[in-house]
């Protein structure tokens, strides 16, 4: 399955800015696994659709950063479990 979203937000800036679009795909066999540096884009119950950078991978789930220092991410969110992970980022399209 393949996505297209578009990112509401800087928690990555300035690699993906407000307003740029991505491409994500949630096969893993196509694009391979998901790994640290992937970015990732997942359902929170709190915050709605989220995109941030996996920084480490544990048995039930990522540590996933933004890129700017106001970023939620999991220092708040705690680990993020892989069913709620829609896809991998395989294609950036800037603004």
Not at 26 to 34: A, D, N, T, V, Y
Not at 80 to 88: Q, S
């Amino acid at each position: 399955m393949i996505k297209v979203l578009k990112i509401k937000g800087d928690s990555l800036y300035p690699q993906y800015k407000n307003g740029d679009f991505v491409v994500i795909a949630r096969s893993p066999f196509l694009f391979g696994k998901i790994k640290i540096g992937d970015i990732i884009v997942f359902q929170h119950a709190q915050y709605g659709l989220m995109i941030k950078k996996v920084l480490e991978i544990h048995s039930n789930g990522y540590d996933v950063r933004g890129s700017i220092v106001e970023s939620v991410d999991s220092r708040q969110l705690g680990l993020i479990l892989f069913n709620t992970v829609l896809g991998k980022v395989i294609w950036h399209i800037r603004q």
